[in-house]
């Protein structure tokens, strides 16, 4: 009789077999891309679709199966049985099961199989094996655990220094290849901000093209090795967002991020001021951003990233300030139901800055936060010390999510 233990351990080899070849394979293909005799294969694999992922020639789509995909899968297999090995040699699980450790290499063989078959022009193989590179219409968004059509595609057409990964985002989570910023152009709401700044300079750093959007009259200027770079500058207001039409057709990533914190007032004048600023206008750049959505290449590449703070679930000590920012992240949730490009949701603590004097964190250590989780594709991405935010946060978006997936058509 196997007790409860046993069979989560059984069940635990057998699915760490498959994350292991996973990961092998992960790391094969990233080693591909630095190291060159290996790339000689790889580079078939590149030289095969077309951006609407139908096969540029059927000759050389064969011979990258027997260059990049097969040689692939033997090295997978040939690390599944390492795993099988060290799991028998020590006894891991209990005797009868110990075969359940070689199930990585028979889910190996799939691919090896499939390979063959593709290779040798099998009719449908390329249709029931390669599901990455089915041609036509996406009709998800980029995947966040899991490899689908989407995320793939931008390995191709993206950047191929990046997203790595061929079945679970494991690697380029760690790596950071989870989504590329480079060669991006990003637009940056609240840029004269003490975070609009420090997110700018983080962003440029990462090799982003950045068009900074805000009220101020002064140009801005990043600082890098001591000199100031100056940055695309556009002035604009609340109310105005329609000008922006023109431009949002070329950029790649919004990022909202203006606000104001009129602290303790409760006037007529303070509540509109707070919501048309901190809600509207940025419900407004979000819509207007997303008719900019409209082709395969814009649905993966193209995002929303939206500060709306951690006075989502924890008060702000600003009764405006925090209404107004719960407003705009409910509106968030909502779009992203069925949005047709990522939305990111960036919940930050207390850092200091004009808005917030007494703010905790500084404003730089946020931005590269920020980043940092950004390029790991966390969609809403939380910074701060408070760890009730952590748990809390969660919840209430899952909770919210649910809701209105459920009375909203």
Not at 161 to 174: K, S
Not at 185 to 214: P, R, V
Not at 334 to 345: G, S, W
Request: hydrophobic share 45%; charged share 20%; with cysteine.
């Amino acid at each position: 009789m196997i007790n409860y233990s046993s069979l989560i351990s059984i069940g635990a080899i057998a699915l760490l077999s498959i994350i292991w070849v996973e990961l092998v394979r992960d790391c094969y293909h990233f080693i591909s891309h630095l190291w060159q005799p290996l790339y000689r294969l790889h580079s078939w694999h590149h030289r095969v679709f077309k951006p609407d992922l139908s096969v540029a020639n059927e000759t050389i789509y064969r011979q990258a199966n027997w260059y990049n995909d097969l040689p692939e899968s033997v090295v997978m297999l040939l690390f599944s049985f390492l795993f099988g090995g060290v799991v028998n040699y020590y006894e891991l699980i209990i005797p009868q099961y110990q075969w359940l450790a070689w199930i990585g290499s028979l889910y190996t063989l799939t691919f090896s199989f499939g390979a063959i078959a593709r290779g040798i022009g099998v009719p449908y193989a390329d249709e029931i094996t390669d599901v990455t590179h089915r041609q036509g219409d996406f009709t998800t968004l980029p995947a966040n655990w899991f490899v689908n059509r989407p995320y793939h595609w931008r390995h191709h057409f993206d950047n191929q220094n990046a997203y790595f990964c061929g079945t679970l985002t494991i690697v380029d989570r760690i790596m950071g290849t989870a989504l590329s910023l480079k060669g991006k152009k990003i637009a940056i709401t609240g840029a004269s901000g003490t975070l609009g700044k420090a997110l700018m300079e983080k962003l440029y750093l990462k090799g982003a093209k950045i068009t900074a959007l805000t009220s101020s009259e002064q140009e801005l200027f990043i600082r890098k090795n001591q000199q100031q770079i100056p940055i695309k500058t556009i002035r604009w207001e609340a109310g105005k967002e329609s000008e922006l039409a023109d431009l949002f057709e070329k950029i790649d990533i919004l990022i909202i991020n203006h606000g104001i914190n009129v602290h303790e007032q409760k006037t007529a004048t303070a509540i509109e001021k707070s919501y048309e600023i901190n809600t509207f206008s940025g419900w407004r750049l979000m819509e207007l951003f997303l008719t900019t959505v409209r082709t395969n290449a814009d649905k993966v590449t193209k995002e929303i990233w939206v500060n709306t703070s951690e006075a989502e679930v924890n008060p702000a000590f600003s009764p405006l300030y925090e209404l107004s920012k719960r407003t705009i992240g409910e509106l968030v949730t909502l779009k992203r139901v069925d949005a047709p490009c990522v939305i990111r949701k960036l919940i930050l603590g207390p850092f200091k800055s004009n808005l917030n004097p007494i703010g905790i964190m500084s404003a730089d250590w946020v931005a590269q936060q920020i980043v940092n989780l950004a390029v790991r594709d966390f969609r809403d991405i939380i910074v701060t010390i408070n760890p009730i935010t952590y748990l809390a946060f969660p919840v209430k978006e899952l909770a919210n999510s649910l809701y209105f997936k459920l009375f909203t058509k």
